[in-house]
Structure formats: structure tokens, C-alpha cells
Nanobody, 120 residues
């Protein structure tokens, strides 16, 4: 499975960005997720989606929305009310697991990252 993330960029505090992740297999069959990694920090869970629903990290709940278009095999992360602490490289990931899991080791397939920078 190959994943291609895009949509990162530079935005001011309070702004919005939408990230996209193109998946080479049917998104119906996979749980997909977004993680992020800030400079000097570990990779942390952001959001995940599958047929069961969605799940978010507390730090982004109410500001970020994960969705998917199964016809296009693409997963999105709409990010609103962005804060400087959201600055990170964002990665998409996928796995055949049925659960809405939050651990990095729960996902076997990863895309390259896309940089999001939020200026204060």
C-alpha cells in the first residue's frame, strides 16, 4: 500500500489548511490516520477514520476534521483555528486493523510527510 500526503504549507494563527492523503488501495478496506511530528518531539497521533467512525486526539478535537472519499481513495484532514503548536510534519498512515487505534506501531503503511507551519 502506498500513501501520498499533500497540502501542507505556511499559515497564520487562526487560519486553515486541508491535507490530503492519496491511498493506492481501497480506503474502504483500511483504517487510515494522521500523525504529526514537531521538531525534537516524537510522532503523535492526530486523528483516525474507518467504517466504525472517527477518533481524535484531545489537542485537536473541535478544530480538526478527518474525512475520506472512498471513490477517490483519498483521506482528508481539515485543520481550522490553527495554532503555532500545530506546527509539525504531518504523516498519513494505513492499516487493515478494524479498530480506531492511536499508536504509531498500530499502522503498517506510511506516506511521506507534509510540512505544516503556523506562524504567530
Amino acid at each position: 500500500v502506498q500513501l501520498q500526503a499533500s497540502g501542507g504549507g505556511l499559515v497564520q494563527t487562526g487560519g486553515s489548511l486541508r491535507l490530503s492523503c492519496a491511498v493506492s488501495r481501497s480506503t474502504v478496506e483500511y483504517t487510515t490516520a494522521w500523525f504529526r511530528q514537531a521538531p525534537g518531539k516524537g510522532r503523535e497521533f492526530v486523528a483516525t477514520i474507518n467504517w466504525r467512525g472517527t477518533h481524535y486526539a484531545d489537542s485537536v478535537k473541535g478544530r480538526f476534521t478527518i474525512s475520506r472519499d472512498n471513490a477517490k481513495n483519498t483521506v482528508y484532514l481539515q485543520m481550522n483555528s490553527l495554532k503555532p503548536e500545530d506546527t509539525a510534519v504531518y504523516y498519513c498512515a494505513a492499516d487493515r486493523t478494524a479498530g480506531l487505534r492511536t499508536g504509531r506501531s498500530d499502522y503498517d503503511y506510511w506516506g511521506q510527510g507534509t510540512q505544516v507551519t503556523v506562524s504567530s
